[in-house]
């Protein structure tokens, strides 16, 4: 439902990294973490989508790339009541600095940690994790359809275009804490004074202990994933996108998340989240 967009996808692969060989290079590393860090997550219950990011609230509506806000949840849904809880995500190994501004979406930090000296062992964790959950009644209830006319359908699951928006149902918050061990001290003190320099517009927190292991941790806990709270499924329409040949447009039914009644809700999911990872392409020049 979301091939329009790949036309840009394909163009931000090509100028996110300029030089070819090294654009290439850089290309598979951010692939390979994307993959590591999606079947992490995907495989805990019940499969969140990363996010990573701080802006994000239950009940907001974004576009399916998550990058824009259409509507705050505070304004649609008003008397929303949430429901919150520990929840474990558990830690796992990268093999490569890049990680770090992987997970914390910043271009240059990628590409700092993409280069240079890599540490022997980069362990990611996740502390103070909550989900955060609405329930499908509350969502209905509560709506302010005057406000936000253009979830009255998504919400009463009525038919509508392939661009609807995505509202979160399920968020999932946390501090990030990434821990790199290097074989001596000095590296270990360099590579953090070059973290730190490109990390002021994250509030984030770095040293240096037992002499080679460097720790940069948020400082308060971000959004780390999210669960969309009605999903599509195809009504109408064969073709997506603008441009398609077919003259009829694609139409959608969005359904409430259920994927143990309706298991074909995971390849939803599974566009969504390449479209998320594909718009960390688009913005990684932050």
């Not at 936000?148 to 009525?158: I, Q």
Request: with cysteine; net charge neutral.
């Amino acid at each position: 439902m979301f091939k329009r967009r790949l036309y840009l996808v394909v163009v931000s692969v090509v100028t996110l990294f300029p030089r070819a060989g090294h654009a290439d290079d850089l290309n598979k590393i951010l692939q390979s973490i994307q993959d590591r860090i999606t079947t992490h997550l995907r495989a805990l219950t019940p499969g969140p989508i990363p996010l990573f990011g701080s802006n994000y609230h239950i009940g907001d509506a974004w576009d399916p790339t998550m990058s824009h806000l259409l509507f705050g949840g505070d304004r649609c849904f008003p008397r929303l009541k949430i429901r919150s809880s520990p929840y474990a995500i558990p830690s796992f190994r990268s093999n490569n600095d890049a990680s770090v501004g992987f997970l914390f979406r910043l271009k240059k930090l990628f590409e700092i940690g993409a280069s240079g000296k890599q540490a022997e062992i980069v362990d990611i964790n996740f502390d103070d994790v909550e989900e955060q959950i609405v329930s499908e009644y509350d969502l209905k209830t509560t709506l302010n359809r005057t406000e936000c006319r253009d979830l009255v359908s998504v919400v009463s699951s009525k038919p509508v275009g392939d661009r609807a928006p995505v509202v979160i149902g399920r968020l999932y918050t946390g501090k990030r804490r990434i821990s790199l061990n290097y074989d001596d001290s000095a590296t270990a003190t360099a590579r953090l004074s070059e973290f730190l320099s490109y990390t002021p517009a994250v509030n984030v927190t770095g040293a240096v202990g037992f002499g080679k292991i460097v720790s940069i941790a948020d400082r308060e806990p971000v959004a780390l994933a999210f669960l969309p709270a009605f999903v599509p499924a195809r009504t109408a329409g064969s073709v997506l996108g603008e441009g398609a040949s077919n003259s009829q447009s694609s139409t959608f039914g969005w359904a409430p998340l259920d994927l143990a009644k309706t298991p074909s809700q995971r390849s939803a999911l599974e566009e969504l989240t390449t479209q998320v990872f594909q718009d960390w392409l688009l913005d990684a020049g932050r």
